[in-house]
Nanobody, 128 residues
Framework: DVQLQASGGGLVQAGQSLRLSCAASGFTFDDHAIAWFRQAPGKEREGISCIESRVGRTYYSDSVKGRFTISSDNARSTVYLQMNSLKPEDTAVYYC?????????????????????WGKGTQVTVSS
């Protein structure tokens, strides 16, 4: 079975950092791009980052560009999202997802089109 396990969420103060992990199993890791989405209460899901591990290509939304960094450890089949300078508006449940292919979808990171696998979310709460 394919599994994506997101972890690393928590409660932090504004300006602090967190690192989220997305551990993948059940498929060949670099055959699939990995994306991060988030959803805050009462808001639509937002795609924030995507990585193509095979070639190291990354995508970021304007809302996180310059503060968040996505990376992958192919040996561990894990994608990380380093989140720095966190803001209260970053509070959300964060999900990782993967398409069936090694490339991020057109419109990445915003598009969830083609995401075949989703992990359970991890809560990030940023207090002011």
């Amino acid at each position: 079975d394919v599994q994506l396990q997101a972890s690393g969420g928590g409660l932090v103060q504004a300006g602090q950092s967190l690192r989220l992990s997305c551990a993948a199993s059940g498929f060949t890791f670099d055959d699939h791009a990995i994306a991060w989405f988030r959803q805050a209460p009462g808001k639509e899901r937002e795609g924030i980052s995507c990585i193509e591990s095979r070639v190291g290509r990354t995508y970021y939304s304007d809302s996180v560009k310059g503060r968040f960094t996505i990376s992958s450890d192919n040996a561990r089949s894990t994608v990380y999202l380093q989140m720095n300078s966190l803001k209260p508006e970053d509070t959300a449940v964060y999900y990782c997802a993967a398409p069936l292919v090694s490339v991020c979808p057109p419109g990445a990171p915003s598009s969830a089109k083609g995401m075949a696998y989703w992990g359970k979310g991890t809560q990030v709460t940023v207090s002011s």
